[in-house]
């Protein structure tokens, strides 16, 4: 099928909708990559498009990839001719191949498309091609819904930790846009100043795609939470000099053992906080803990294309010179020793996180 994107503009900044969601039997994404300068909405109608836009970063965060391939396996299901439900699931297989490929760190992708795939292998013999395709719209569906009100139950654990006047460093963007609504580690934030607490955020701008500055801060500014951006080499300081009573950020995949792969600058940001004794606390839903790996570096780590570092310009101009050449790496892993706490749907796990986070997974 060939792919249909429609794009619908919205005159008025606002993010009173979820970030990704399923209407007039279209898969619908705010596109993350021209906020907070444009808000527009792209339509899908095809797979394909949406692992596409996955990579390039249409929609990112990691329940919220979840959400978009899961909603991209069920346009698989409409895109696909079978009759039966047996061959409709070898399309359903093959596409989510090239769903899964889309981003390796985040782990709520796979978890999404596996949740879907183990629901349907044990219906398919049962029922025809058309319920089979009910079945993952359904599930996809599920697993969006059930992404905010986790966030919402971690939400109220993490901002139990806030304290009236408190000054907190959040990294990256993980608010309602990097979930399907509400956010985690920003939601922790939203909630406790909702409950009254006066917070005020420093946003770090988190180099080279700048979902701080754009996303966060876009975010921040539309709940009217107070905020400053800072440039991500600047919470060392702000940490030192006794500023910052907590940091939160969220996690794209955490190890058995407590280690959080999250946004590049992460591993730095827990350092300098575990240095100053300010505490750390990593905001995590538990379908984004990888129970099989049971440490940090066996988490796969997304290098992303060296142009978005070397295109950066200052006054108009390109930054770096002509030939020069980059690493991107997307993600780093803090290891469990710098993690004072992680926050999940089912309440703040504390070390040893080897045992506890297990027991937090299976709701033990
Ligand atoms: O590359 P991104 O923007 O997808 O990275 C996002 C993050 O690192 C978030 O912190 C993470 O996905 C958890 S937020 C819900």
């Known amino acids: 099928m060939v792919s249909m994107i429609l794009r619908f503009v919205f005159p008025v900044y606002n993010i009173s909708m979820r970030t990704v969601f399923w209407e007039d039997n279209q898969l619908k994404m705010i596109d993350q990559r021209i906020l907070p300068g444009r808000f527009e909405v792209i339509a899908y109608k095809d797979h394909k498009s949406v692992a596409r836009d996955i990579t390039d970063m249409v929609v990112r965060g990691a329940p919220a990839i979840g959400a978009a391939a899961a909603f991209g396996l069920a346009l698989a299901g409409y895109e696909s001719a079978a009759k039966t439900s047996a061959e409709l699931m070898n399309d359903l297989r093959s596409a989510s191949v090239t769903l899964k490929a889309a981003r390796p760190t985040a782990v709520n992708l796979a978890w999404a498309i596996d949740r879907i795939l183990n629901k349907t292998s044990d219906l398919n013999s049962l029922d025809g091609a058309d319920s089979l395709r009910q079945i993952v719209l359904d599930e996809a569906q599920r697993i969006a819904d059930e992404d905010v009100e986790i966030n919402k139950r971690m939400a109220e654990h993490g901002a139990a930790l806030i304290n009236d006047g408190d000054t907190v460093i959040h990294h990256c963007n993980t608010g309602a846009l990097a979930t399907v609504d509400w956010g985690t580690a920003l939601g922790v934030i939203h909630t406790a100043h909702e409950q ?19 996303l966060t801060a876009w975010e921040l500014e539309q709940y009217g939470i107070p905020y400053e951006i800072i440039s991500d080499n600047t919470a060392g300081y702000f940490l030192k000099a006794g500023k910052v009573q907590k940091c939160f950020v969220g996690s794209d995949r955490t190890a058995a053992n407590g280690d959080v792969a999250n946004k590049i600058g992460t591993y730095m940001l827990a350092l300098a906080a575990h240095d100053n004794g300010v505490p750390f606390y990593p905001v995590v839903p538990t379908s984004t803990v990888d129970l099989a790996l049971s440490h940090g570096d066996l988490i796969p780590i997304e290098e992303r294309d060296p142009s978005e570092v070397l295109g950066l310009e200052f006054m108009g101009e390109r930054v770096a010179p002509e030939n020069a050449k980059a690493r991107n790496i997307a993600f780093d892993v803090t290891p469990n020793r710098l993690v004072t706490g992680i926050v999940t749907e089912n309440g703040v796990v504390y070390p040893p996180f080897d045992v506890n986070l297990k027991k937090a997974v299976l709701g033990e």
């Open 196 to 214: 009254g607490k006066n917070i005020h955020v420093l946003v770090d701008e988190t180099r080279p795609r700048l979902q701080g500055a754009r």
